[in-house]
């Protein structure tokens, strides 16, 4: 166990809806990635916050936005659901600490989204 | 960008054999770390080992060891003493130190299977 929880495991939607997948990072880390694993185009980077703030976004679509909560967990919203957004979604928290060098990711057990 | 590749999209080894994953990666950068991650029929990503690309010392973890070739860019692992529960894909993964870009990069993965 990582430490990292994502709810729900399973969600199955129909096209053009929309779904939030949470995730609560380890105690401690400040912080959270996200990431989507599909079949056609592996484990891609989506989005990363630090402490509330978004640090760096990856090869997200506008249809999906995340946020960071002051207690930290986060959530990534999908809208606009279609066939291709049907993967599993990861969440990862890491303290990214300067001085210690502690930059581990540790993932969560991923939400499967699948989109009918 | 930087790119990962693992050339070996399947391996197979006997139980208690030793096998090594292959894995390289192209950057323009000096400071990095670099991952293998283990993905189980479960589909949870655990974090095996890492490298920071200022130590020249190989890391090691128990049965798991890597080879990392900063100059020609290689980072292999190495199981050693294999066991069922080794089965699993193994992803390689690039992480550049650069507030901002901390994402992981990850290859195609190489799928293991320990042989009883």
């Known amino acids: 166990d990582s430490g990292v929880t994502q709810t729900p495991k399973h969600l199955i939607t129909a096209t053009g809806q929309r779904v939030t997948l949470r995730c609560s990072p380890r105690?401690?880390?400040?912080?959270v990635y996200w990431y989507q694993q599909s079949l056609d185009q592996g484990l891609q980077f989506l989005i990363h916050y630090y402490n509330g703030e978004e640090r760096a976004k990856g090869n997200i679509l506008e249809r999906f936005s995340a946020q960071q909560f002051p207690d930290l967990h986060s959530e990534l919203n999908l809208s606009s659901l279609e066939l291709g957004d049907s993967a599993l979604y990861f969440c990862?928290?890491?303290?990214?600490?300067?001085?210690?060098?502690?930059?581990?990711?540790?993932f969560g057990p991923g939400t499967r989204l699948t989109v009918t | 960008a930087q790119t990962v590749t693992q050339s070996q999209p399947e391996m197979s080894v006997q139980e208690a054999e030793t096998v090594t994953l292959s894995c390289t990666y192209d950057?323009?950068?000096?400071?990095?770390?670099l991952f293998w991650y283990k993905q189980p029929p479960s589909r949870q990503m655990i974090l095996v080992i890492r490298?920071?690309?200022?130590?020249?010392q190989n890391a090691t973890e128990n049965r798991f060891s890597v080879n990392f070739q900063k100059a020609a860019k290689s980072f292999s692992l190495k199981i050693s003493d294999s066991q069922l529960g080794d089965t699993a894909m193994y992803f390689c993964a690039f992480m550049r130190r650069l507030f901002g870009n901390e994402k992981l990069t990850f290859g195609t993965g190489t799928r293991l299977t320990i042989i009883p």
């Open positions: 950057t323009s950068e000096s400071n990095y770390y």
């Open positions: 105690s401690g880390d400040l912080s």
């Open positions: 490298q920071e690309a200022y130590k020249q």
């Open positions: 990862a928290s890491s303290v990214d600490d300067e001085v210690l060098k502690h930059y581990e990711q540790y």
